[in-house]
C-alpha cells in the first residue's frame, strides 16, 4: 500500500453540518482516485472550542490546566466523529483516534504541552485497517495516559507530528485562506500571495503572531522534512503556498490583535518572565528596546499565569505589529486594534 496522505481540515472547514458531507465526499474521492488510504486531522466547528471555555470559566475563572486540557479539546472530537459519520454514510471505512490512542505522548504541562516521545505504531495500524483515520486536533496524553493539549490553534502540529508517524513527506493544511500572505487579507488591503517560503521564514512569521500555521507546527515541519502544502478547504481546494527547505525572501506585516506587549520594571524581571513563559510552552518574543516582552496570540489566563508563577505584574502597553523584511524584524506598538490595523496597512503599503 502506497504511504498514506495526511490532511488536516481547519474549524472554519465546518461552518454547518452540510460541511462534513461535502468533505467526506471529497476524501471517498481521494481514497478511490490515488487508491491510498488518509489520515485527517480535523478540526472543531467555529466556536465550540470557546464556549467550552466559557462554560469552564464561570464554573472557576482560573481552571487548572488539566481541566482545560480534558474538556476544551472535546469540541475537536466532536468533529472528528461527525466526518467519520460522514464517511460511513457514503460506505467508507473510518475511525476516530482520540489523544490517548494516537502514539503522542508528551509533558504534563497539560494545557501547552510539549513532545516526548511519538510512536508510530498506533497510526499506521488504524490506517492499514481503515480507509481513513480521523485525529482530532491538539489532542495527545502524559505518560500516564493523562489527556493533554498541545495548545491553541494547535491542528496544524496534530497533523505534521501525524505524517511523521506514518512516514509522509507531505502533509497538507486546509484552512480559509490559501497559504502565506504578506499580511493577513482580512486586515490589510492589497495583500500578495508568498507562493514559497523557506520553514525558517514560515517559523519567523508564526512566532510573531501570524495565523495561516502553528509556529511549533513549522519547527517539527523542518525537524521531520515534511513539506507543508496550504490549500483552501474548499472545491477545488487550490494550493497556494508551499513550505519547505527553500523560498525567495520575504517582505511582509503580522498583526494578531489577540497578541499583547507587557512591560517589566527591568530587563532582569522581562528576561526572567520570559524564562518562565517559554518554559510553560506559552509563545513569546522577547523584544528589543526595553523591558518588554509580547505574549502571542492570546488565549492565556495572564492574570492568573503571573500569580501562579510568582512574577511581577507589568504594565499592558498595546498590540504588536511586526515588519519582516527577509531576517529583519521591527516591532512597533498600537495602542488598540484600531490603531493596530492602521498602522499594519501603513507598513504594508511602504513595503509594496
Known sequence: MRTPGVLKFGGSTFPDYDAYGLIAEALAGRVHDEER?????????????????????????????????????????????????????????????????????????????????????????????????????????????????????????????????????????????????????????????????????????????????HARSVKAAKQYGITLVCRVNRPPFRTGTVIGPEGAPVAGVVLNERSRVLAFATAEEADKAHSVFRSEGVETVRLEGGAHIAVIGGYLDLEGFLDQHGLPRPQLLGIPVTQIQGSQVTTHIAEDAAAARQLAQRLHDDQY
Open 37 to 213: 488510504h488518509f489520515a485527517v486531522v480535523v478540526s472543531a466547528m467555529p466556536g465550540e472550542t470557546e464556549r467550552l471555555r466559557e462554560r469552564l470559566t464561570t464554573v472557576n475563572p482560573h481552571p487548572e490546566d488539566a481541566s482545560i486540557a480534558g474538556l476544551l479539546t472535546l469540541a475537536d472530537t466532536v468533529s472528528a466523529h461527525l466526518l467519520a459519520s460522514a464517511l460511513h454514510r457514503r460506505g467508507m471505512t473510518a475511525t476516530v483516534l482520540a489523544g490517548h490512542q494516537q502514539g503522542l505522548r508528551t509533558d504534563a504541562t497539560f494545557a501547552r504541552a510539549r513532545l516526548a516521545h511519538l510512536d508510530p505504531g498506533p497510526l499506521r495500524q488504524a490506517l492499514a485497517a481503515h480507509q481513513i483515520v480521523l485525529v482530532p486536533g491538539g489532542q495527545a496524553a502524559d505518560e500516564q495516559g493523562r489527556p493533554t493539549w498541545l495548545g491553541k490553534n494547535s491542528s496544524d502540529l496534530s497533523a505534521v507530528l501525524v505524517a511523521a508517524a506514518v512516514g509522509a513527506d507531505t502533509c497538507e493544511i486546509h484552512s480559509d485562506v490559501d497559504g502565506v500572505y504578506s499580511a493577513d487579507p482580512n486586515q490589510v488591503t492589497g495583500t500578495r500571495l508568498l507562493r514559497e517560503v523557506t520553514y525558517d521564514t514560515a517559523a519567523l512569521l508564526s512566532a510573531h503572531g501570524a495565523k495561516v500555521l
